[in-house]
Nanobody, 126 residues
């Protein structure tokens, strides 16, 4: 059974940093596109960053923070390093994966049959 488990969220002050992790099981990220999305109350889920099977990356221009997405194929885990966070970065961050045929576009994943984690809360205070 395919699953994604996020961790690493929390509360930080503006200018702070967080490192989110997404542990995948039931499939291999080596053959998948994986990424991060975030959502705030009353708004749609938006892409943050993603990478493909060859570790090519895409980042959303709409996210005002220093972001680095990476993966460890051996650990089957995806990471999102977030630095210089701002209150506007507050939200529920979800890990997503599309196995097989997929692509990248403006911080997100192109493909069918998205798989989602439960999300991890990030709160940035001013």
């Amino acid at each position: 059974r395919l699953s994604l488990l996020e961790s690493g969220g929390g509360s930080v002050q503006a200018g702070g940093s967080l490192r989110l992790s997404c542990a995948a099981s039931g499939f291999t990220i080596r053959s998948s596109c994986v990424g991060w999305y975030y959502q705030t109350p009353g708004k749609e889920r938006e892409p943050v960053a993603a990478l493909d099977q060859d570790a090519r990356t895409t980042y959303s221009d709409a996210i005002n923070a220093q972001l680095t997405i990476s993966k460890d194929n051996e650990k089957n885990t995806v990471y999102l390093e977030m630095n210089n966070l701002k209150p506007e970065n507050t939200g529920l961050y979800y890990c997503a994966a599309v196995v097989g045929l997929c692509g990248l576009w403006e911080g997100g994943i192109l493909g069918e049959d998205f798989n989602w984690g439960q999300g991890t809360q990030v709160t940035v205070s001013s």
